[in-house]
């Protein structure tokens, strides 16, 4: 079983930043891809960035691109979500998730709520303009 905790959500402005973290405990997820979904206006849980367990494969959705940044630390089972130049569309609570498999480090093609099995319980973002 793997549990993950969100924290460093919050509220600021526009142009503000925020870095989110998620720990996590039980199973290991050194091996694991993590991703981060947000859960928008739409409410909707849509991918926002993930990375391969190399810590160096990452991808972010377009809008976030030169903004958020996902890195993550093994040897602390840790995942971050740097965010600057946040803007007001970016808020939402966003989620902590692993892959469904523990031992798939691959994130390539998983985009979806459907790839991830575990997830944390959400940290509120919230930008005003």
């Known amino acids: 079983q793997v549990h993950l905790v969100e924290t460093g959500g919050g509220s600021v402005q526009a142009g503000g930043s925020l870095r989110l973290s998620c720990a996590s405990s039980?199973?290991?997820?050194?091996?694991?891809?993590m991703g981060w979904f947000r859960q928008g206006q739409n409410n909707e849980r849509a991918w926002v960035a993930r990375?391969?367990?190399?810590?160096?494969?990452?991808r972010t959705i377009a809008s976030a691109k030169g903004r958020f940044t996902i890195s993550r630390d093994n040897a602390k089972n840790t995942v971050s979500l740097q965010m600057n130049s946040l803007m007001p569309e970016d808020t939402g609570i966003y989620f902590c998730?692993?892959?469904?498999?523990?031992?798939?480090?691959?994130?390539?093609?998983?985009?979806?709520?459907?790839?991830?099995?575990?997830w944390g319980q959400g940290t509120q973002v919230t930008v005003s303009s």
């Open positions: 998730a692993a892959a469904e498999s523990l031992d798939d480090g691959s994130c390539s093609g998983k985009t979806t709520v459907r790839e991830f099995a575990y």
């Open positions: 039980g199973s290991s997820v050194s091996r694991t891809c």
């Open positions: 990375i391969d367990s190399d810590g160096v494969t990452t």
